[in-house]
């Protein structure tokens, strides 16, 4: 279905939960956050049915993610439940990795075709201080296991953060030489109960290419992914920057968020948000709302200087 600019909008990323087993310090207070009640967050079932109802809207690429998309219990139903609907040509998940060496195969065989891995760091003491207490050692068996399960292409999502990471953008993009693997940095966004911290830890993402000259642009295959591509000389994966504040990927936006409470954002940088939990739950024509929400999708962020969006980031989803 197209909206009113045009734009086909064919994307759906389905947060499935709030939790999470790490605490990423840019994402999750050290504490956690308040848990939302059981009856506040939309059951799998119920984002089963969302999710065919988009899907009869024209949506054809699926990404489920989080908090840890992996935690949530039964998760591998919906998988399986959104697997099997033949109109899905990309069904995908963001997750930080720690137990994917468990469910890969699982993830796989239930129907899902590919990962996105968030790591930030290589060295595993610096991993544990960004995610306060992860293993990176799990993360690593992660890749290896999704990559020989075929949740491939694998993409490593890279969260550029002052003072910690810069000095292994080298080694990261050193990773997409030998392998068929996207590495891709992201701007820091100031969101949700952490924005003064992602305020005061921001660098540019121009920083890789002054750090890695040698990265020529890739051509682009899909226009309406926020990452611009660089590649190595003869390098076989590839480096994506994304700069999730600027407009400039606004113009070939395809997406929308089901948050874990069941509203949908149709822009990330838009504290808008349009519920569908209670008129699913009173049986009301989500085919039909949804017919609205697209319609209304705006047509860049409209977000205010020195506003930011209120959402913390594990409703979202990134
Ligand atoms: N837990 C999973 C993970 O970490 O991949 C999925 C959810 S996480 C919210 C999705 C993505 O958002 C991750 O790549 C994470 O690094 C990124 N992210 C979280 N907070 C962010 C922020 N303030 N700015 C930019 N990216 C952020
Ligand atoms: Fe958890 Fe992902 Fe947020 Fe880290 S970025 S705290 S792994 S939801």
Known sequence: MFDSYGRRINYLRISVTDLCNLRCKYCMPEKGIKKMLHEEILSLEEIQSLAESFVEKGVDKIRITGGEPLVRRGLLNLIEGIGNLQKVKDFSMTTNGILLGKYAEDLKNAGLNRVNISMDTLDGKKYSKITRGGRLADVLKGIEVAKNAGLTPIKINVVLIKGFNEDEIESFVNLTRYEEIDVRFIELMPIGALKYWSLNNYISNNIVLE????????????????????????????VGLINPI?????????????????????CLHSNEEIDLK???RQGKNIGELIDNIIINKPKEHNLEDGNYISRNMMDIGG
């Open 211 to 238: 750090k890695v000259p040698e990265l020529t642009e890739a051509a682009a295959t899909d226009i309406s992914s926020p990452a611009k591509y660089y590649k190595l000389s003869a390098g076989k994966g590839r």
């Open 246 to 266: 600027s407009c400039k990927f606004c113009k070939n936006c395809n997406r929308m968020r089901l948050t874990v409470d069941g509203k949908i954002k149709p």
């Open 278 to 280: 209670v008129p699913l």
